[in-house]
């Protein structure tokens, strides 16, 4: 090996002790950007998801939602080829769409571009731009960068989020209305999500509203669309709104969609954890209260109790417990946040997130989690994994990408979050508020008493 080979090398190896990590990634515990900007555009009445690259690219995206929400999904791709790839992809950008636009009619196209697009380096601007030159219409085309190697599902899913309102928000007089930016999470909690707004009496954008199109009804008859979604005019009216909530604390010093509204239209940002336990929602019903100028009505106040009562009624089972949380950053926060207030010790938090506000923003989350607690971004599961059998956690909790490492550790896995393959029901786990508080602590209490009953020789059946 020369002087300079030898240096290079010594240099790597110093980077990878310094990170602390392996110069691979093993079974990583992210997904590729433009899935999360396919959803975040599935969310929005009318649009369908274009993905600037291969094909291959469109058909794993596919896989993955439709194993999660048992929905069909169409993702249109401009479908690179070797030709597209050195000379670039202007001419299939256009023709793909073109295509899109008289086979499906809709109402909005959400262009995501893939690691190839971005490597060549598309001006996607001027595409659109010619796009709309060769193909006048009145259908907006909006336009996001989602190159995998410098995100994750959730980058691609905000990125995207942020595109829609600074592409198609309007400004105007005020309106009685909020924005709510939610981030990737279940359908049930969009769905609880929409009542609360309605509770408080205030009209809202809820951007992005997948739980009609991704969680629908059986259908009559083949359609070229689910229905559901953020209609176009709401988007719109984004400007107009008095206020925008978004959840997400790793998102601080972010651009994001809530920050896009405060630049272009003074629009207020407040800014909270996913409220998952009561800490987060309570913060999260301030804002509510704050923007809307209501009380928080009598029910919710009701939820709390109970879910107080339930905590009181589990805790002896619970307390002293040992888990493993990992996933999107900004779950595992409202994950630990939950854990800690039940009594449940998170021995490690996780993600393959990269936005390197996550050990400030749990801890700030949670100050009484143990200063030994391991906590990681840029993790994958073979590192989870061997700080999973150094620590013996009584449960894993996070998504079924984990359902391995539990098996060969034999510890229990609670299923959470994206993506949920191996279970039915994954798109209509409740995480966020007091109810899903509530069904998060009835599942923890019961894996753990299942586990203790499998586990004695006699078994008890009473409590």
């Not at 369908?48 to 469109?58: A, N, R, V, Y």
């Not at 050195?86 to 909005?108: C, E, H, I, K």
């Not at 400007?239 to 994001?256: C, D, H, M, P, Q």
């Not at 490690?348 to 143990?370: I, M, N, Q, T």
Request: hydrophobic residues 40%; glycine residues 12%; charged residues 25%.
């Amino acid at each position: 090996m020369t002087a300079l080979g030898k240096g290079a090398a010594l240099k790597n190896e110093r980077c990878y002790e310094e990170v602390g990590g392996d110069p691979v990634t093993q079974n990583a515990c992210k997904l590729c950007t433009p899935l999360g900007a396919c959803l975040a555009f599935r969310g929005v009445a009318g649009c369908i998801p274009f993905l600037h690259g291969s094909q291959g690219c469109s058909t794993y995206i596919r896989r993955y939602l439709i194993s999660h929400f048992r929905e069909p999904i169409d993702v249109a791709s401009s479908n690179f080829h070797e030709q597209t790839a050195v000379f670039g992809g202007s001419a299939v950008f256009t023709a793909g769409v073109g295509n899109v636009l008289r086979q499906y009619q809709p109402a909005v196209v959400g262009a995501a571009t893939t690691c190839l697009a971005e490597t060549i380096g598309e001006d996607m601007e001027r595409l659109v731009s010619d796009l709309q030159k060769a193909n006048p219409t009145t259908v907006p085309v909006v336009h996001v960068s989602t190159a995998s190697y410098r995100g994750t599902h959730i980058d691609g899913f905000h990125d995207a989020v942020r595109a829609l309102v600074a592409q198609l928000a309007q400004g105007g007089a005020p309106l009685d209305r909020v924005n709510l930016f939610p981030g990737m999470v279940s359908t049930a909690d969009l769905r609880h999500l929409k009542e609360v707004l309605e509770d408080f009496g205030v009209g809202y954008t809820l951007l992005s509203d997948y739980s009609e199109s991704m969680d629908g009804e059986t259908w009559s008859r083949p359609e070229k669309q689910q229905p559901g979604g953020t209609p176009l005019a709401d988007i719109r009216l984004a400007g107009r709104g008095k206020a925008s909530i978004e959840f997400g604390r790793t998102l601080a010093g972010r651009e994001t969609a809530a920050t896009a509204l405060a630049e272009k239209f003074g629009v207020a940002r407040h800014l909270v954890g996913t409220p998952i336990g009561i800490r987060e929602t309570d913060r999260f019903f301030d804002v509510l209260r704050l923007v809307s100028g209501r009380a928080t009505p009598e029910k919710y106040q009701g939820q709390r109790g109970r879910l107080l009562d339930a905590y009181v009624d589990g805790h002896k089972y619970v307390f002293e417990k040992r888990a493993v949380v990992y996933g999107e950053e900004d779950l595992v926060i409202g994950l630990a946040s939950f854990l800690s207030e039940i009594g449940v010790t998170p021995v490690v938090c996780a993600s393959g997130g990269r936005s390197k506000r996550f050990a400030e923003s749990l801890r700030e989350a949670v100050p009484d989690l143990p200063a030994e607690t391991v906590v990681r971004e840029d993790f994958d599961f073979a590192d989870i994994e061997a700080e999973a059998a150094r620590l013996k956690p009584d449960f894993l909790i996070g998504s079924s990408k984990g359902y391995a490492m539990g098996k060969r550790l034999g510890v229990p896995l609670i299923r959470v979050g994206f993506p949920v393959h191996d279970r039915i029901g994954g798109q209509r786990i409740h995480h966020l508020g007091y109810l899903g508080a509530q069904e998060l602590f009835d599942r923890v209490v019961n894996t753990i008493l299942e586990r203790k009953q499998a586990m004695s020789p006699v078994g008890y059946s009473y409590l």
